[in-house]
C-alpha cells in the first residue's frame, strides 16, 4: 500500500485539501469525492498522476479512476488526510448537498426515466418500421414502385406486411398509450416505496373501462355519458390519461406521499393491511378528481409552448439556442426533461421536432472528439479515451466525449455546440419530425419520418462536417506537441552512434495460446457498450460487456487464478490475477456499489485460489432492475503482464465458463 503514499498526499492537495472535501468513499474502480468547491480541484494535474486514469464529475461527486487497487489508495489517502471515509449511501446524500433544487429535481427525473428509454427507443424503432411499411405510398394503383405518383404502401399490397403492421402496434401501444404505468412505476421504485401499488395506480390511469384519453374530444354525448361516474352530490367524467406524462408523474408522487405518511403513522402490527389500503384508493381518487386534470392541463401547455417555439416564426432563432445549450445541459443533467417535453409532444401531435436536433447534438459532439482522434494520433494515451468516446457518442451516448476528451480542453466542446447549433436550425427551419424517441445518434435516423430522411442526412453531415473542421483548426493552433503526441518523435533526431547497431535480440518462443471464458452466461458485446464512461472509455483497460441472459445469476471465474479484490460491502466486482501477471476486473452492473450488497453473494475471499468455472459472486437481475440499475457486466484485462496479443470476442451469446471471449498469447 505505501507504493500510494505520494500520489495520496500529491491528490489530497490536488482536490483542495482537507478543508475542501465534505466525504469521500470508493467504489470498485474510483475514488468519490463530496468536494465544497469543486473549482478549486486541479483536474490537469490530478489526471497526471501516475495512480490517476481519470477524473469526471456525476452527481455532485468528483470521481478520480484508479483501477482494481482503489482500495489500497484509499486507506493510504484517509491515513494521509486523517479524513475517515463514509458509506456510498453517506457521500451520495452529501453530494446532494453540492447541487441546486433544480439539478436535484432533475437527477430525480432522470433516474425515473433512466429505466424507461430502453422501451421508448424500441417503441420509437417500432414507429418508425410502421411508418415505412403502412404509411409511405412506394406504389401506384397497378402495384408498380412510383414513389413520386405513389397511393399503396408496402402494406396496402401485402397481406403479410399488412398483419405485422397491425401487430407491431401491440407493442406501440403498450409503450405510449400505457406509458403511465410504467412512469408510476419508476416513480415508486426510485422514492423507495411499494413498485406494485405504482403499478396498480397507472392502470388504474389507462383502464378500458374508462373513455380512452385519445377519443375525448370526438367522444358522443352517448360516449360520454356511458362513462360517467356519478355520486349523487358530485359527478365527474371518467377519462383515462393514456400517454400522459405529467399527470401520471404527479399522480404517483401523490401515492408516495401518502404511503410514506401512513407508514409512518401506522403501528408496525397493522401496518401491511392499513398502509396499502389507505395509500392506494386515495390515491386514485385523488389522481382522478384533482392532479389528473391539473397535470394534463400542465402538459399540454409545456407541449404547446415547445411545439410553438418549434413552429413559429422564430423557430430557427429556438433551434440555434437548443443546439448550442443541448451540450451543456447534457453535463448539469438538466437534459432528463426532455424526455417528459418528447413525450408529451408524441402522444399530443404524433410526432415530435425536439428529439432530432438532441440526436444531432450528440453527433456533433462526437464529430468533435473525431477531430481530436486526427489531432492526437501519435498520442496513444489520449487515443485509449478518444476512440471509444466517438464511437459511443455516434451511438448516441455523450457523457464519455463530453467528460472525457470535449470538457477536458474546451474548444472541442464549444465547436461541437456551433455545429450543433447550425445543424439544428437546418432540421427545425425544414421541420423534421420524429415519430419517437430513438437512438441518439446516426443510427437515430430510423426514427426520423420517412419523408424527412433526406433532409435529416443533410443535417447529419452538416453535424459531422462543421465540428471537425472547426476543431481541427483551432487544435492545430491551441493543442501543444505533447497534447499531440509530437514530442514522441524527438529522440529520432538523435545523432546516430559510430558504433555499429546491435543485432535485435532473437524474440522467445511464444509459451503457448492462452483463452480466458465467460464469466457470465449471455450476449457478449464490445466494451465501449458498456452504459458506463469509466469502462466504455477504456481508461480501465479494453474488455467486453455481458449483457446478462434470461436466467443467469453467477458469475464464475474465467480462468485459474487468484482473487486479488473483493468488495465485502457490496459484493458487486472482484479482481483476479493469474500467473502471468494479467489483472482481471468483472463487475456486474451499473452503479450496483451503490445497493449494498442487497441482491449480490460472495463465495471466495481475497487471496484464494480459484480453478477456471468456479462460482465467484451470484448476483439477482430482478433486484438489480428494480433499483433502477443495468444489468450490464463488464468483463476487463486491467494489466496484461507478460501476455501478448490479446484480442476480445463480441457479438455472440456466450455460456459461463466454457466460451471463449478472450485470448492471447503466453
Same mark, same amino acid.
Given at each position: 500500500m505505501a507504493k500510494y503514499t505520494e500520489d495520496a498526499a500529491k491528490l489530497l492537495d490536488l482536490v483542495g485539501g482537507k478543508e475542501n472535501i465534505s466525504a469521500v468513499t470508493h %467504489?470498485?474502480?474510483?475514488?468519490?469525492?463530496?468536494?465544497?468547491?469543486?473549482?478549486?480541484?486541479?483536474v490537469k494535474a490530478i489526471e497526471d498522476l501516475p495512480a490517476a486514469k481519470g477524473t469526471f464529475t456525476q452527481a455532485?461527486?468528483?470521481?478520480?479512476?484508479?483501477?482494481?487497487?482503489?482500495?489500497?489508495?484509499?486507506?493510504?489517502?484517509?491515513?494521509? +488526510?486523517?479524513?475517515?471515509?463514509?458509506?456510498?449511501?453517506?457521500?451520495?446524500?452529501?453530494?446532494?448537498?453540492?447541487?441546486?433544487?433544480?439539478?436535484?429535481?432533475?437527477?430525480?427525473?432522470?433516474?425515473?426515466?433512466?429505466?424507461?428509454? /430502453?422501451?421508448?427507443? @424500441?417503441?420509437?424503432?417500432?414507429l418508425g418500421f410502421r411508418n415505412i411499411i403502412g404509411e409511405v405510398n412506394f406504389f401506384n394503383d397497378a402495384g408498380v414502385f412510383d414513389l413520386e405518383h405513389g397511393t399503396l404502401s408496402i402494406a396496402d399490397i401485402s397481406t403479410f406486411w399488412m398483419g405485422m403492421y397491425n401487430f407491431l402496434w401491440v407493442i406501440g401501444e403498450a409503450v405510449f398509450h400505457m406509458l403511465p404505468v410504467g412512469i408510476c412505476w419508476s416513480v415508486t421504485r426510485k422514492m423507495g416505496t411499494t413498485p406494485i401499488l405504482g403499478i396498480v395506480l397507472g392502470l388504474t390511469l389507462v383502464s378500458p373501462q374508462l373513455l380512452n384519453g385519445f377519443s375525448v374530444a370526438t367522444a358522443t354525448p352517448e360516449e360520454i355519458a356511458a362513462h360517467t361516474y356519478d355520486f349523487g352530490f358530485y359527478s365527474f367524467v371518467g377519462t383515462g390519461y393514456q400517454g400522459q406524462v405529467i399527470a401520471a408523474?404527479?399522480?404517483?408522487?401523490?401515492?408516495?406521499?401518502?404511503?410514506?405518511?401512513?407508514?409512518?403513522?401506522?403501528?408496525?402490527?397493522?401496518?401491511?393491511?392499513?398502509?396499502p389500503f389507505m395509500s392506494l384508493v386515495p390515491a386514485v381518487f385523488i389522481a382522478h378528481l384533482v392532479v389528473g386534470p391539473i397535470g394534463w392541463a400542465i402538459g399540454d401547455a409545456i407541449a404547446n409552448v415547445v411545439n410553438w417555439g418549434l413552429s413559429s416564426h422564430i423557430r430557427v432563432l429556438f433551434a440555434a439556442l437548443f443546439g448550442l445549450l443541448y451540450a451543456p445541459l447534457?453535463?448539469? &443533467?438538466?437534459?432528463?426533461?426532455?424526455?417528459?417535453?418528447?413525450?408529451?409532444?408524441?402522444?399530443?401531435?404524433?410526432?415530435?421536432?425536439?428529439?432530432?436536433?438532441?440526436?444531432?447534438?450528440?453527433?456533433?459532439?462526437?464529430?468533435?472528439v473525431?477531430?481530436?482522434?486526427?489531432?492526437?494520433?501519435?498520442?496513444?494515451?489520449?487515443?485509449?479515451?478518444?476512440?471509444?468516446? !466517438?464511437?459511443? !457518442?455516434?451511438?448516441?451516448?455523450?457523457? /464519455?466525449?463530453?467528460?472525457?476528451?470535449?470538457?477536458?480542453?474546451?474548444? =472541442?466542446?464549444? %465547436?461541437?455546440?456551433?455545429?450543433?447549433?447550425?445543424?439544428?436550425?437546418? @432540421?427545425?427551419?425544414?421541420?423534421?419530425?420524429?415519430?419517437?424517441?430513438?437512438?441518439?445518434?446516426?443510427?437515430?435516423?430510423?426514427?426520423?419520418?420517412?419523408?424527412?430522411?433526406?433532409?435529416?442526412?443533410? %443535417?447529419?453531415?452538416?453535424?459531422i462536417v462543421i465540428p471537425f473542421v472547426l476543431t481541427y483548426t483551432v487544435g492545430m493552433r491551441q493543442l501543444s506537441p505533447e497534447d499531440r503526441g509530437l514530442v514522441a518523435l524527438e529522440p529520432a533526431t538523435a545523432p546516430a552512434s559510430d558504433a555499429p547497431a546491435a543485432a535485435p535480440a532473437a524474440s522467445a518462443a511464444p509459451a503457448?495460446? &492462452?483463452?480466458?471464458? %465467460? /464469466?457470465?452466461?449471455?450476449?457478449?458485446? =464490445?466494451?465501449?457498450?458498456?452504459?458506463? =464512461?469509466?469502462?466504455?472509455?477504456k481508461c480501465m483497460g479494453d474488455g467486453v460487456m455481458i449483457e446478462p441472459a434470461e436466467g443467469a445469476c453467477e458469475v464464475v471465474s474465467p480462468a485459474d487464478a487468484t482473487v486479488t479484490v473483493t468488495m465485502p460491502a457490496s459484493n458487486h466486482a472482484m479482481g483476479l490475477t493469474l500467473d502471468n501477471g494479467m489483472e482481471l476486473l468483472i463487475h456486474v452492473g451499473i452503479d450496483t456499489v451503490d445497493m449494498g450488497g442487497d441482491g449480490f453473494t460472495c463465495y471466495v475471499s481475497q487471496g484464494e485460489r480459484v480453478r477456471v468455472g468456479q462460482k465467484l459472486l451470484s448476483f439477482?437481475?430482478?433486484?438489480?432492475?428494480?433499483?433502477?440499475? /443495468?444489468?450490464?457486466?463488464?468483463?476487463?484485462?486491467?494489466?496484461?503482464? +507478460?501476455?501478448?496479443?490479446?484480442?476480445?470476442?463480441?457479438?455472440?451469446?456466450?455460456?459461463?465458463?466454457?466460451?471463449?471471449?478472450?485470448?492471447?498469447?503466453?
Amino acid at each position: 500500500m505505501a507504493k500510494y503514499t505520494e500520489d495520496a498526499a500529491k491528490l489530497l492537495d490536488l482536490v483542495g485539501g482537507k478543508e475542501n472535501i465534505s466525504a469521500v468513499t470508493h %467504489c470498485m474502480t474510483r475514488m468519490r469525492f463530496v468536494l465544497v468547491d469543486e473549482g478549486k480541484a486541479d483536474v490537469k494535474a490530478i489526471e497526471d498522476l501516475p495512480a490517476a486514469k481519470g477524473t469526471f464529475t456525476q452527481a455532485g461527486q468528483f470521481q478520480v479512476i484508479i483501477g482494481n487497487d482503489v482500495a489500497d489508495f484509499y486507506q493510504e489517502f484517509t491515513k494521509i +488526510s486523517g479524513i475517515e471515509g463514509v458509506s456510498k449511501e453517506a457521500a451520495k446524500a452529501a453530494a446532494g448537498a453540492n447541487q441546486n433544487p433544480l439539478q436535484r429535481a432533475m437527477g430525480v427525473l432522470g433516474e425515473i426515466f433512466a429505466p424507461l428509454i /430502453p422501451a421508448l427507443i @424500441c417503441g420509437g424503432l417500432i414507429l418508425g418500421f410502421r411508418n415505412i411499411i403502412g404509411e409511405v405510398n412506394f406504389f401506384n394503383d397497378a402495384g408498380v414502385f412510383d414513389l413520386e405518383h405513389g397511393t399503396l404502401s408496402i402494406a396496402d399490397i401485402s397481406t403479410f406486411w399488412m398483419g405485422m403492421y397491425n401487430f407491431l402496434w401491440v407493442i406501440g401501444e403498450a409503450v405510449f398509450h400505457m406509458l403511465p404505468v410504467g412512469i408510476c412505476w419508476s416513480v415508486t421504485r426510485k422514492m423507495g416505496t411499494t413498485p406494485i401499488l405504482g403499478i396498480v395506480l397507472g392502470l388504474t390511469l389507462v383502464s378500458p373501462q374508462l373513455l380512452n384519453g385519445f377519443s375525448v374530444a370526438t367522444a358522443t354525448p352517448e360516449e360520454i355519458a356511458a362513462h360517467t361516474y356519478d355520486f349523487g352530490f358530485y359527478s365527474f367524467v371518467g377519462t383515462g390519461y393514456q400517454g400522459q406524462v405529467i399527470a401520471a408523474l404527479m399522480a404517483a408522487f401523490v401515492l408516495v406521499w401518502l404511503e410514506k405518511f401512513f407508514t409512518k403513522v401506522t403501528p408496525e402490527v397493522v401496518r401491511m393491511i392499513v398502509v396499502p389500503f389507505m395509500s392506494l384508493v386515495p390515491a386514485v381518487f385523488i389522481a382522478h378528481l384533482v392532479v389528473g386534470p391539473i397535470g394534463w392541463a400542465i402538459g399540454d401547455a409545456i407541449a404547446n409552448v415547445v411545439n410553438w417555439g418549434l413552429s413559429s416564426h422564430i423557430r430557427v432563432l429556438f433551434a440555434a439556442l437548443f443546439g448550442l445549450l443541448y451540450a451543456p445541459l447534457v453535463m448539469t &443533467g438538466l437534459h432528463h426533461m426532455t424526455n417528459a417535453i418528447d413525450t408529451q409532444l408524441v402522444n399530443n401531435l404524433g410526432y415530435t421536432t425536439l428529439w432530432p436536433m438532441i440526436a444531432l447534438s450528440n453527433i456533433a459532439q462526437g464529430s468533435a472528439v473525431l477531430a481530436m482522434i486526427v489531432l492526437q494520433k501519435k498520442n496513444d494515451r489520449a487515443q485509449q479515451v478518444n476512440i471509444p468516446a !466517438c464511437v459511443s !457518442c455516434y451511438l448516441g451516448v455523450t457523457e /464519455p466525449a463530453l467528460f472525457g476528451v470535449n470538457l477536458k480542453y474546451k474548444f =472541442p466542446l464549444l %465547436c461541437g455546440m456551433i455545429g450543433s447549433a447550425v445543424a439544428a436550425m437546418v @432540421c427545425t427551419g425544414l421541420s423534421v419530425k420524429a415519430l419517437s424517441i430513438g437512438v441518439g445518434g446516426i443510427p437515430g435516423i430510423l426514427s426520423i419520418m420517412f419523408n424527412y430522411w433526406g433532409v435529416f442526412a443533410v %443535417c447529419l453531415l452538416i453535424a459531422i462536417v462543421i465540428p471537425f473542421v472547426l476543431t481541427y483548426t483551432v487544435g492545430m493552433r491551441q493543442l501543444s506537441p505533447e497534447d499531440r503526441g509530437l514530442v514522441a518523435l524527438e529522440p529520432a533526431t538523435a545523432p546516430a552512434s559510430d558504433a555499429p547497431a546491435a543485432a535485435p535480440a532473437a524474440s522467445a518462443a511464444p509459451a503457448g495460446p &492462452g483463452a480466458l471464458v %465467460c /464469466p457470465v452466461s449471455g450476449t457478449v458485446k =464490445p466494451i465501449d457498450e458498456m452504459p458506463d =464512461p469509466v469502462f466504455s472509455s477504456k481508461c480501465m483497460g479494453d474488455g467486453v460487456m455481458i449483457e446478462p441472459a434470461e436466467g443467469a445469476c453467477e458469475v464464475v471465474s474465467p480462468a485459474d487464478a487468484t482473487v486479488t479484490v473483493t468488495m465485502p460491502a457490496s459484493n458487486h466486482a472482484m479482481g483476479l490475477t493469474l500467473d502471468n501477471g494479467m489483472e482481471l476486473l468483472i463487475h456486474v452492473g451499473i452503479d450496483t456499489v451503490d445497493m449494498g450488497g442487497d441482491g449480490f453473494t460472495c463465495y471466495v475471499s481475497q487471496g484464494e485460489r480459484v480453478r477456471v468455472g468456479q462460482k465467484l459472486l451470484s448476483f439477482t437481475p430482478e433486484k438489480i432492475r428494480a433499483a433502477g440499475h /443495468p444489468t450490464a457486466t463488464a468483463f476487463v484485462v486491467s494489466a496484461t503482464g +507478460s501476455a501478448q496479443g490479446v484480442t476480445f470476442a463480441s457479438g455472440m451469446d456466450a455460456e459461463a465458463g466454457a466460451t471463449e471471449v478472450v485470448t492471447y498469447t503466453a
